[in-house]
């Protein structure tokens, strides 16, 4: 008998308690739900898109090579440089971003990252519901008792 069939203690307390091993365990079926949704194969096709891509890799690269320029011009105080190279970063950027795929690929990140901040909610209202849960903004408390 697994625990979610044994009996409930009289103070409404499962009679036997979910062991660490346990909640990681099924954290890692929450994982195996997540990976296979329909937001994670979306991304995951934009993504491998956006690798097989030449002038995405391209762009991607050049705008990297440039960030490291800014970088040094600015360590080497040519704020005028840097400013020019920025420009130019920028150009690379709006048509990096102009490229369809990349706008899915983008959408596909932030409907990922919603679902997991929808998980995490789900989660902490559910714990809350039977637990007083401190968010970090709160402050200790003064007495545990």
């Known amino acids: 008998m697994d625990r979610q069939q044994?009996?409930?203690?009289?103070?409404?307390?499962?009679?036997?308690?979910?062991?660490r091993e346990d909640i990681l365990d099924k954290s890692r079926e929450l994982a195996g739900l997540i990976s296979s949704s329909e937001?994670?194969?979306?991304?995951?096709?934009?993504?491998?898109q956006i690798q097989g891509h030449e002038?995405?890799?391209?762009?991607?690269?050049?705008?990297k090579k440039k960030q490291k320029e800014i970088?040094?011009?600015?360590?080497?105080?040519n704020t005028k440089m840097a400013a020019v190279?920025?420009?130019e970063m920028r150009e690379l950027q709006d048509e990096l971003d102009a490229i369809p795929i990349v706008g899915d690929y983008q959408q596909?990140?932030?409907?990922?990252?919603?679902l997991l901040q929808m998980v995490v909610s789900?989660?902490?209202?559910?714990?809350?519901?039977?637990?007083t849960v401190e968010?970090?903004?709160?402050?200790?408390?003064?007495?545990?008792?």
Do not use: Y
């Open 108 to 114: 596909g990140q932030v409907e990922i990252n919603d």
């Open 39 to 48: 937001e994670v194969r979306v991304f995951q096709q934009a993504e491998r």
């Open 71 to 77: 970088v040094a011009f600015e360590a080497m105080k």
């Open 6 to 19: 044994q009996g409930n203690s009289e103070a409404g307390v499962p009679s036997a308690a979910w062991t």
């Open 55 to 63: 002038r995405i890799q391209t762009l991607i690269a050049t705008i």
């Open 122 to 131: 789900a989660i902490h209202a559910t714990v809350s519901e039977k637990i």
């Open 135 to 145: 968010k970090g903004a709160d402050s200790p408390p003064s007495s545990c008792g």
């Open 85 to 87: 190279i920025e420009a």
